[in-house]
């Protein structure tokens, strides 16, 4: 079993979070250290640590995120401009809180993916 995380929390509404978008599938709250105008993070409510542990019962889920993403890119008046949806796994891809989680930026000029 996968430990808890603080998004487990958040899901749960036992700690404080700007939830801007939240169903039987998915939760979506504003990043604490924004890195554009825009930065909300989109979680599925069932506790997957990494992109590694996802199962083929978790497809609805996930599935449910990117169709929240657009929903939420059009509410922040990002779509038509553009945005990006990144979902780091592991160490090495940056992952810090391992409950998956896609982050949806955008609201700026983006630049390139990756640097150096």
Do not use: W
Not at 19 to 33: E, P
Not at 58 to 68: Q, S
């Amino acid at each position: 079993m996968a430990e808890e995380t603080i998004f487990s929390k958040i899901i749960r509404k036992e700690i404080p979070a700007d939830v801007v978008y939240q169903d039987d599938l998915v939760t979506a709250f504003r990043d604490i250290n924004p890195r554009a105008p825009s930065h909300i993070l989109i979680i599925p409510n069932k506790l997957i640590p990494t992109v590694n542990d996802i199962e083929a019962e978790d497809e609805v889920a996930l599935g449910r995120m990117f169709t929240v993403a657009r929903k939420l890119a059009v509410e922040e008046g990002i779509a038509e401009d553009g945005y990006r949806l990144i979902m780091n796994c592991n160490n090495h891809g940056g992952q810090e809180v391992y409950h998956i989680h896609m982050h949806l930026v955008g609201g700026r000029p983006l630049g390139p993916m990756l640097i150096g």
